[in-house]
């Protein structure tokens, strides 16, 4: 049993007994006649008392010295137990929230049948949707990822300092063999081709890192634009010195919040050497002041870049909140396979707010009017490489209306399936004075909905399902409407 958590649990415990018997740490120490500081740390799980003290605390305050010293916690903090058993404090960085675990523990504390009823909640909804320890680490970074509006100056200007220490021209299109040229010259790395691919049963998996011997091998079916970016991110880890890393990609297992946090700062490295920030703002800044959006424009700007159209998108979420002011936005990537009509959302990030659309995981159906939907339709039925269109997504519900782009492209792993990627823009003052072509009248405006369940659109020609949330609700008012008639009636 860890010191720490054995300290936290005394604490917790002496403080409960404290509060239910009314006394303040001042009383406690008049009573007790140890220090109030000495009591305040024990509290905080920063000291454990010796046997004398604890023997004093059990006299002055009525209770058995073996309950005192038990490990065993009562029905209202065994929840806080669990927690601090689990080990997910220790696992997640808190203070990158700005959060100390002292803190922490001690709000839980303070109101345990309340926080009992909480961590049970989550308990009970991660286990009806499968929600696991990947799933809680992935939503952690988002958060960290929307909490600075997913834009990191440090790393942004680390990537200026590499491209300095290895004579790297930012304004040219960089390619792998000049970052293959690094990995292998300054930090010894070997790279093999041919070796994954001879194995079935890796399925997808596109890179192995062998940090023993730095070998890092690598599927033979990646393209020009992968391979970059993937040799992009070795660097990162190691321009930056992290240490705690994944070594596949996509990763296989994780042991602890930090790798994945590293993953992310290696990505976002990659994704800022790859796709500087001075060349897209001034491809940008064109595209937004001309009158009319300008496809051909914007899809040169994708393609001018060693990069996926994946990578492209993910890069407008660092530059549009930070360089544009443009904050309100959503990132989306929808998975589809062909002459399906399943629609799976595998990533999104939303910035400044929960925008619609997002996640739904009662196996809704998502709103076929999306465009990023309407994309991965097209893109499956016919033999085009990638395909985009812009849309006004109008939410009649909400009151919100955004600028939509999306792109949708071959999935480059898996036969038949396809993925899209989209950014939204809330419209609003902001983004009216940032973009001319907002009032383009080629942009079409069409009314969507988050699923189809609770879509009240009528006449849809794409619904897949009824409203069957909205009749169930719409159902429930007029029963509540008759009650509250049959109660005036009969008062």
């Not at 001690?106 to 286990?127: C, Q, R």
């Not at 490295?269 to 001075?278: C, E």
């Not at 939509?404 to 480059?412: C, E, F, H, I, W």
Request: hydrophobic fraction near 40%; charge should be neutral; charged fraction near 25%.
């Amino acid at each position: 049993m860890q010191e720490d958590y054995i300290k936290l649990i005394f604490g917790l415990k002496l403080k409960q007994i404290r509060t239910d018997k009314k006394l303040s740490l001042f009383g406690l120490s008049k009573l007790s006649g140890l220090s109030k500081s000495y009591l305040n740390e024990i509290e905080n799980g920063k000291k454990y008392p010796k046997p004398d003290k604890i023997a004093i605390l059990s006299e002055k305050l009525d209770v058995p010295y073996d309950q005192m010293v038990s490990l065993k916690l009562d029905k209202n903090l065994a929840p806080i137990g669990d927690l601090l058993q689990s080990k997910i404090l220790k696992e997640i960085p808190l203070e990158l929230f700005g959060i100390k675990e002292s803190n922490l523990i001690d709000i839980v504390a303070n109101a345990p049948a309340k926080v009992n009823a909480f961590i049970s909640t989550i308990i009970k909804i991660a286990k009806h949707y499968n929600f696991s320890k990947e799933s809680f680490y992935l939503a952690s970074v988002r958060s960290f990822q929307e909490a600075n509006n997913n834009y990191f100056e440090d790393l942004e200007d680390s990537v200026l300092k590499f491209a300095k220490a290895y004579q790297i021209d930012l304004n040219e299109t960089i390619t792998s063999a000049d970052l293959e040229e690094i990995l292998v010259e300054e930090y010894g790395y070997t790279i093999a081709c041919n070796e994954l691919s001879q194995y079935e049963a890796l399925g997808n998996l596109r890179t192995l890192f062998v940090p023993k011997t730095k070998t890092l091998l690598l599927a033979n079916e990646i393209d020009e634009a992968q391979r970059t970016f993937i040799y992009a991110k070795e660097l990162a880890y190691n321009f930056l010195e992290i240490e705690e890393r994944l070594y596949t990609f996509p990763w296989i297992k994780f042991e602890t919040f930090d790798q994945v946090l590293n993953n992310f700062y290696a990505s976002y490295f990659a994704g800022a050497l790859i796709i500087p920030s001075a060349k897209i703002k001034a491809q940008l800044s064109v595209i937004f002041e001309k009158d009319t959006f300008d496809t051909a424009l914007f899809l040169e700007a994708i393609h001018s870049f060693n990069a996926s159209p994946e990578s492209f998108y993910q890069r407008l979420t660092n530059i549009l909140p930070k360089a544009f002011n443009i904050q309100n936005l959503f990132f989306l990537r929808f998975t589809h396979k062909a002459k399906s009509d399943r629609f799976y959302l595998k990533k999104e990030l939303h910035l400044s707010h929960q925008q619609s659309p997002h996640a739904n995981e009662t196996n809704e159906h998502y709103c076929r009017r999306w465009v990023s939907l309407q994309k991965l339709k097209d893109i499956s039925k016919g033999k085009s490489e990638h395909e985009f269109d812009i849309q006004i997504s109008n939410y009649p519900d909400d009151g919100f209306k955004y600028l939509v782009l999306s792109s949708a492209t071959k999935d480059p792993f898996r036969d038949n399936h396809y993925r899209s990627i989209t950014v939204g823009l809330l419209i609003n003052k902001q983004l009216q004075r940032k973009l001319n072509f907002l009032n383009d009248p080629k942009i079409i405006t069409h009314n969507v909905g988050v699923t189809c369940e609770r879509c009240a659109i009528k006449d849809c020609k794409v619904r897949v399902v009824p409203a069957v949330f909205l009749e169930k609700k719409a159902k429930n008012v007029k029963m509540e409407s008759i009650v509250s008639e049959l109660n005036s009636k009969f008062s």
